[in-house]
């Protein structure tokens, strides 16, 4: 890739979570942002980390030292932080819930800034705005949803999932997204009538 392809990429990445943060009420500080341009990039072109196992991967990286812990960690948190927020809908297919990514993923985060790593202030912001990331990069299939008004909206996040990640991690943006398919504010009724469903099964 040329310089300026990656200029250009760089730049599009920024456009679209200024975007997003706009569209959504949301506020990254300029190195959380620059974080997560970078680390869009580094990964979404890899496709094989679709298979990835993140409790096992954390467990087997506790046992490396140095460099290639801080590097099996940061792989770890980084993709965490994608799939919880870019691919939600993997949570489903695994049965997992989405808060399982953001539990990991803030957990690598911290034991990368409990080490002598140069990056050390960065790690701890994006370990304790984690939600906040996760719901920007939710927020850009929001743009997406409401831009395209010609075919059926399609959500990162079905109502049950949206309930569950709402309540396990506070995310605002899966509080809107359930309001949105569900066309309700009333999220208590809602939540009692997923219970009745269950109960009927």
Not at 25 to 47: A, C, F, K, N, W
Not at 185 to 192: C, E, L, P, S
Request: glycine share 2%; proline share 3%; net charge negative.
């Amino acid at each position: 890739m040329s310089i300026n392809q990656q200029t250009g990429i760089t730049a599009q990445w920024h456009e679209l979570i200024a975007d997003a943060q706009s569209a959504n009420g949301i506020q990254l500080d300029i190195p959380l942002e620059s974080y997560l341009v970078h680390t869009l990039i580094h990964y979404t072109q890899r496709p094989e980390i679709a298979a990835r196992i993140f409790a096992i991967d954390y467990m087997l990286a506790q046992h490396e030292q140095g460099q290639l812990r801080d590097t099996q960690l940061r792989e770890l948190a980084d993709q965490c932080l994608l799939y919880a927020g870019l691919f939600p809908q993997y949570a489903r297919q695994r049965h997992v819930r989405v808060s399982y990514y953001v539990d990991i993923g803030r957990s690598a985060y911290r034991d990368l800034a409990s080490g002598e790593h140069a990056w050390a202030e960065i790690f701890i912001e994006v370990s304790a705005k984690f939600v906040t990331l996760m719901d920007t990069l939710l927020a850009i299939h929001q743009l997406n949803v409401s831009q395209n008004t010609s075919s059926p909206a399609t959500y990162p996040l079905d109502p049950l999932l949206a309930l569950q990640t709402w309540q396990d991690t506070q995310s605002q943006q899966a509080l809107k997204i359930l309001q949105q398919q569900t066309h309700s504010n009333n999220i208590v009724n809602f939540r009692a009538s997923q219970r009745n469903k269950n109960t009927k099964h």
